[in-house]
């Protein structure tokens, strides 16, 4: 199975969306300006080529089909603390519960929000992490090998027990048609996959109504457009 109409956006502009914790798609929810565009991969900024993303699509769809990591969740605690949230819920995969105050000390969080991938990538290796490391998706359209790789890497960090905290701003629809709106930007952890991968499931922490939900990697990765994730 391959993915299909990767050149067409897969983020549509909704009306705004309200959350228990407030207006998502304002600047307050999930942080005001929750990232910046990062320059590159790093610590590798190489970007992929198609024929070695295919490869590893290849490995990977020998794998099992599908996988979902143990994780607590915990909604984040005000309007500025979806980075924190989100890494949290990423390391308590891991077995770690730190507190969202301390999350939020390392990753340098204002009431601006959190600047970059690059901050989670470094608090959860920091953590105790492994492997850790920061993908740009630098473009404002997500490339067709940007989004099979965000596919490979899903698969390849949930098989080794690391959650994506994934840097989004915009509106996705997930797989049941619901739209989830973040304009001012958001952090969002991914805490399984099933399809191989081409599909993600998310805990996001700015909503504990809506605290898990499916969506396509295709539309995570367009959501990511401009951002990016730590994996």
């Known amino acids: 199975m391959t993915f299909v109409n990767r050149w067409l956006p897969a983020i549509t502009e909704t009306p705004i969306r309200k959350t228990a914790l407030g207006i998502a798609g304002l600047a307050v929810v999930g942080g005001a300006f929750a990232g910046p565009a990062i320059a590159m991969d790093s610590p590798n900024p190489a970007s992929p080529t198609a024929a070695s993303v295919t490869a590893n699509i290849a490995d990977i769809d020998k794998r099992a089909p599908s996988k979902v990591l143990d994780y607590q969740y915990k909604a984040q605690e005000n309007f500025y603390y979806c980075a924190p949230a989100a890494t949290r819920i990423a390391l308590t995969a891991q077995g770690q519960a730190p507190s969202q105050d301390d999350v939020a000390k ?110 396509s990697t295709i539309n995570l990765a367009n959501w990511a457009a401009e951002r990016g994730y730590s994996a």
């Open 106 to 215: 390392q990753l340098g969080t204002t009431e601006a929000g959190t600047n970059s991938a690059e901050d989670t990538t470094r608090v959860l290796n920091k953590a105790g992490g492994k492997d850790y490391r920061t993908v740009a998706l630098p473009d404002t359209t997500t490339k067709p090998a940007q989004m099979d790789k965000l596919q490979v890497d899903v698969v390849n960090a949930i098989d080794a027990k690391r959650p994506v905290v994934a840097n989004i701003k915009g509106t996705a629809t997930d797989v049941d048609g619901t739209p989830h709106s973040y304009e001012g930007g958001h952090y969002l952890t991914v805490v399984g996959y099933d399809d191989h991968g081409r599909k993600v499931k998310i805990a996001d922490p700015a909503n504990p109504n809506q605290s898990e939900y499916w969506m």
